[in-house]
Nanobody, 126 residues
Framework: HVQLVESGGGSVQAGGSLRLSCVAA????????????MGWFRQSPGKERERVAT???????YYAPFVQGRFTMTRDEDKKGLSLQMNSLKPGDTAMYYC?????????????????WGQGTQVTVS
């Protein structure tokens, strides 16, 4: 298993930007993270966890339609992590954001198929 640590959440006004980061905590895991599927999910109170963006082990990306053109996900080559640049934020983006990894190159669709999760970081847009 891999321990993931997220950072970068906070409160922002509509139209603002935030950048989330996710890093594998164990040093022995960091060297192989680039080959795995990693992604971001979010969950609001009373709603199911939903996929925001994922990147597979080959660099292929998926963005949910509701973030297309506003969010950009990148691999952090030095820290073997994942970042999510969120621009033009809307109140509807308010949620707890989670980083997840699947120890396989391919990316599944459902949250249940990801093996490891971070603790989450809160994003609030007013």
């Amino acid at each position: 298993h891999v321990q993931l640590v997220e950072s970068g959440g906070g409160s922002v006004q509509a139209g603002g930007s935030l950048r989330l980061s996710c890093v594998a905590a164990e040093s022995n895991a960091k060297s192989s993270m680039i080959n795995y599927c990693m992604g971001w999910f979010r969950q609001s109170p009373g709603k199911e966890r939903e996929r925001v963006a994922t990147m597979d082990g080959y660099g292929g990306t998926y963005y949910a339609p509701f973030v297309q053109g506003r969010f950009t996900m990148t691999r952090d080559e030095d820290k073997k992590g994942l970042s999510l640049q969120m621009n033009s934020l809307k109140p509807g983006d308010t949620a707890m954001y989670y980083c997840a990894v699947r120890l396989n190159s391919g990316c599944p669709v459902l949250p249940k198929d990801f093996s490891d999760w971070g603790q989450g970081t809160q994003v609030t847009v007013s």
